[in-house]
């Protein structure tokens, strides 16, 4: 099988385990996958000694394009043997800059970068380069590839690459790919708003993925909330706070956990004691996957009431554990939760209804029950890493 080698701008990263499990996943097929990070991780957005140990193990571009000697060495080899390629790759970079100075400055340095991880993947033996997230990285995957002359593809999530799709040439980029894994069909349509029809027929719908039987479900309360997200307004921590006290006086049994960390936090926790929730709400900051899978068999209902997502892996991790699920009617979360079947979707954005909802589930604990074997049907059936492992490994394989 190909040797792969995977990009993204940080990696590993508390909140992108669904990557390290897919990555896994490949070598379990019997693929051998290089992880390569731009930036090397700050300690405390790692989960725990798991992820230290995989952080080890992968190669930061930055810290070797720091050295002189690295960078000048890569674009000097790259002259020497390959000129024109080098020229390509120069000239592909600044038609896909950003408009403005700075801009077209900050691609000369992702061009710089791409030629020390071209190299690197040279040496290495790849034969394919996939990039997750779809950003600043993306720029360096696409211009690596032309260096090196590998194919490449990437994995669109979504929703803020959308945002400034423009900016991101996700058309050139589309049209230099050998495929894009879309997460949903909702991604998928997405990009297909700035990619020409002729590429359509790259853009394959590959889901995230879970291992189901990572997940059991406990003992059913019915009473205990959970929000397993990064504390930050997109997430809409705030807007779930708000709810549980509007539902203090009829639900006195209710008890929230937020699993996760963020820029909101303080805020929060202000507003929890602002409210007079102090002893019904717990923050245990990051947390590594083992402790998420346990705390999500200890709860009755996850909630994450989103303004913007893809198609949230810890959903997925939730229903997988026969846990009821309460979000928002948006993106691709339709694709995986059916509203009153496998969990309940609200308006994003409109408190009324998402305090609604939570009411209507905390009073039907059996309707949440039954809710959460639903949902763990539809992750087995759809939802499995392996079987979207097995899906990129002969897209791998087929080559461009």
Same mark, same amino acid.
């Given at each position: 099988?190909?040797?792969?080698?995977?990009?993204?701008?940080?990696?590993?990263?508390?909140?992108?385990?669904?990557?390290?499990?897919?990555?896994?996943?490949?070598?379990?097929?019997?693929?051998?996958?290089?992880?390569?990070?731009?930036?090397?991780?700050?300690?405390?957005?790692?989960?725990?000694?798991?992820?230290?140990?995989?952080?080890?193990?992968?190669?930061?571009?930055?810290? +070797?394009?720091?050295?002189?000697?690295?960078?000048?060495?890569?674009?000097?080899?790259?002259?020497?043997?390959?000129?024109?390629?080098?020229?390509?790759?120069?000239?592909?970079?600044?038609?896909?800059?950003?408009?403005?100075?700075?801009?077209?400055?900050?691609?000369?340095?992702?061009?710089?970068?791409?030629?020390?991880?071209?190299?690197?993947?040279?040496?290495?033996?790849?034969?394919?380069?996939?990039?997750?997230?779809?950003?600043?990285?993306?720029?360096?995957?696409?211009?690596?590839?032309?260096?090196?002359?590998?194919?490449?593809?990437?994995?669109?999530?979504?929703?803020?690459?959308?945002?400034?799709?423009?900016?991101?040439?996700?058309?050139?980029?589309?049209?230099?790919?050998?495929?894009?894994?879309?997460?949903?069909?909702?991604?998928?349509?997405?990009?297909?708003?700035?990619?020409?029809?002729?590429?359509?027929?790259?853009?394959?719908?590959?889901?995230?993925?879970?291992?189901?039987?990572?997940?059991?479900?406990?003992?059913?309360?019915?009473?205990?909330?959970?929000?397993?997200?990064?504390?930050?307004?997109?997430?809409?921590?705030?807007?779930?706070?708000?709810?549980?006290?509007?539902?203090?006086?009829?639900?006195?049994?209710?008890?929230?956990?937020?699993?996760?960390?963020?820029?909101?936090?303080?805020?929060?926790? +202000?507003?929890?004691?602002?409210?007079?929730?102090?002893?019904?709400?717990?923050?245990?900051?990051?947390?590594?996957?083992?402790?998420?899978?346990?705390?999500?068999?200890?709860?009755?209902?996850?909630?994450?009431?989103?303004?913007?997502?893809?198609?949230?892996?810890?959903?997925?991790?939730?229903?997988?554990?026969?846990?009821?699920?309460?979000?928002?009617?948006?993106?691709?979360?339709?694709?995986?939760?059916?509203?009153?079947?496998?969990?309940?979707?609200?308006?994003?954005?409109?408190?009324?209804?998402?305090?609604?909802?939570?009411?209507?589930?905390?009073?039907?604990?059996?309707?949440?029950?039954?809710?959460?074997?639903?949902?763990?049907?539809?992750?087995?059936?759809?939802?499995?890493?392996?079987?979207? +492992?097995?899906?990129?490994?002969?897209?791998?394989?087929?080559?461009?």
């Amino acid at each position: 099988m190909k040797r792969i080698a995977y990009l993204t701008g940080h990696y590993p990263r508390a909140s992108h385990t669904f990557i390290e499990r897919e990555v896994a996943a490949l070598r379990a097929l019997g693929h051998e996958v290089l992880t390569c990070s731009v930036r090397r991780t700050p300690r405390a957005e790692l989960s725990g000694p798991a992820q230290e140990a995989e952080q080890a193990k992968t190669w930061h571009l930055l810290e +070797a394009a720091r050295r002189p000697a690295e960078l000048i060495g890569a674009h000097a080899n790259a002259l020497r043997h390959h000129p024109r390629r080098w020229l390509r790759a120069l000239r592909l970079a600044l038609k896909t800059a950003p408009e403005g100075p700075r801009a077209h400055l900050r691609q000369l340095f992702y061009f710089a970068e791409a030629a020390v991880l071209a190299r690197h993947l040279t040496a290495q033996g790849v034969a394919h380069l996939h990039n997750h997230l779809a950003s600043q990285s993306l720029n360096v995957t696409m211009l690596a590839a032309e260096l090196a002359e590998l194919p490449y593809s990437y994995t669109i999530h979504g929703p803020d690459t959308f945002f400034e799709a423009p900016r991101w040439h996700l058309g050139t980029k589309t049209r230099h790919a050998a495929f894009v894994a879309c997460i949903s069909d909702f991604a998928r349509s997405q990009l297909m708003c700035f990619t020409d029809p002729e590429d359509w027929p790259k853009l394959r719908i590959v889901h995230c993925g879970v291992i189901p039987e990572d997940y059991r479900g406990g003992a059913f309360a019915g009473r205990n909330l959970l929000f397993v997200g990064r504390l930050v307004g997109l997430k809409g921590p705030r807007l779930l706070l708000e709810a549980l006290a509007r539902l203090a006086e009829a639900h006195p049994e209710a008890r929230l956990t937020y699993l996760g960390d963020g820029p909101d936090r303080a805020a929060l926790e +202000a507003r929890v004691a602002a409210l007079g929730l102090k002893d019904r709400v717990t923050f245990l900051g990051y947390q590594p996957p083992e402790r998420v899978a346990e705390e999500l068999s200890r709860t009755d209902l996850l909630c994450l009431p989103s303004f913007a997502e893809g198609v949230p892996v810890v959903l997925m991790e939730a229903m997988a554990a026969e846990r009821a699920v309460l979000s928002t009617r948006i993106a691709g979360i339709p694709e995986l939760i059916e509203d009153g079947v496998s969990g309940r979707l609200v308006p994003p954005g409109n408190l009324e209804a998402l305090t609604e909802a939570l009411g209507q589930m905390l009073s039907d604990p059996e309707g949440a029950r039954a809710m959460g074997r639903a949902a763990r049907a539809k992750v087995e059936a759809e939802f499995d890493v392996r079987r979207s +492992a097995r899906q990129l490994s002969a897209l791998f394989e087929a080559g461009p």
